[in-house]
């Protein structure tokens, strides 16, 4: 899933309706998510654990993890 999770991020970051700091943001979580070695089941986890994963990351990861 941690895989998934990146690609989404990823794919998000090449969004060009995005600003120059969110995609930043987006790859950087896609990162951030590839080096986690845990599998990553809610967006809470992720922020407590992962550095550079915010509030609104973390929502993104909940409605990655509900939606598929």
Known sequence: ???????VFDDMSRDPSKNT????????????IRRYNKPITSGTQAKKEIKG???????KIDEVLATG
């Open 21 to 32: 700091y969110q995609k930043r943001a987006y790859k950087n979580a896609a990162d951030a």
């Open 1 to 7: 899933m941690n895989e998934k999770l990146a690609d």
């Open 53 to 59: 994963i915010g509030k609104s990351i973390a929502d």
